[in-house]
């Protein structure tokens, strides 16, 4: 079955980059995810990436899709200790028209001052 | 907005109890979704609906049922919890195929 995978935690010093790699089975899909969960609350989209793109930038934030590989990754230029946080990578379920999203376990950012 | 309310926001059970947790939506979105989260497990999805008076099976769905009688609310229910059902839970709904979905704030479910 479809499955994303994520390394479980990252550590960065406040104005580094931090990069978040995550890896999907699910050739088919057309939108890949990402969202940020903070302590205590849902989740929110930070940003997503269409299939048939590469990269997409967004502020600080710059997503990089290599199809042939079927891995995604999130930069984070300048980091901040409001960055600390989960992050998701979810992929969309190819060509089920349900909507349903398959969701990496989660990749916890600590952002150290 | 309200958005994607979730009630309640915690619960203790004991074993073989039951419960419903409410999901409500006010942005009129047909699809909504109830997932579990667990520590180093991400998110997974117990049921989902695609419109009001349907719903279907997610990845986890043993031990839960459903119910959307009103497109804006989304039951999630459990006729007998067990400590295997200790968990976050999230309810999340969407426009549709490839749209955003936006998650409540979750339910800490503890059953003892």
């Known amino acids: 079955g479809e499955d994303v995978e994520q390394s479980l935690f990252l550590s960065v010093r406040e104005g580094d980059s931090s990069v978040i790699n995550c890896t999907y089975t699910?050739?088919?899909?057309?939108?890949l995810y990402w969202y940020k969960q903070e302590p205590g609350a849902g989740l929110q989209l930070l940003t997503y990436i269409f299939s048939n793109m590469d990269m997409k930038q967004d502020q600080r934030l710059t997503v990089l899709l290599n199809k042939k590989d079927k891995h995604l990754s999130l930069r984070i230029a300048d980091t901040q200790t409001g960055d600390s946080a989960i992050y998701f990578c979810?992929?969309?379920?190819?060509?089920?028209?349900?909507?349903?999203?398959?969701f990496g376990q989660g990749t916890t950012l600590q952002v150290k001052p | 907005n309200a958005g994607v309310t979730q009630t309640p926001k915690f619960r203790v059970l004991k074993t073989g109890q039951s419960m419903t947790l409410l999901c409500a939506q006010d942005?009129?979105?047909?699809?909504m979704y109830w997932y579990r989260q667990d520590p180093g497990m991400g998110l997974r999805l117990i049921h989902y609906s695609v419109g009001e008076g349907t719903t279907a099976k997610g990845e986890v769905p043993d031990g839960y049922n459903v119910s959307r009688l009103k497109k804006q609310n989304f039951l999630l229910g459990l006729e007998s919890a067990a400590p295997s059902q200790t968990s976050v839970y999230f309810c999340?709904?969407?426009?549709?195929?490839?749209?955003?979905?936006?998650f409540g704030q979750g339910t800490r479910l503890t059953v003892v």
């Open positions: 699910d050739s088919s899909s057309t939108y």
């Open positions: 942005m009129n979105h047909e699809y």
């Open positions: 999340a709904s969407g426009a549709g195929e490839n749209t955003e979905a936006f």
């Open positions: 979810a992929e969309s379920i190819g060509s089920s028209n349900t909507g349903k999203l398959i």
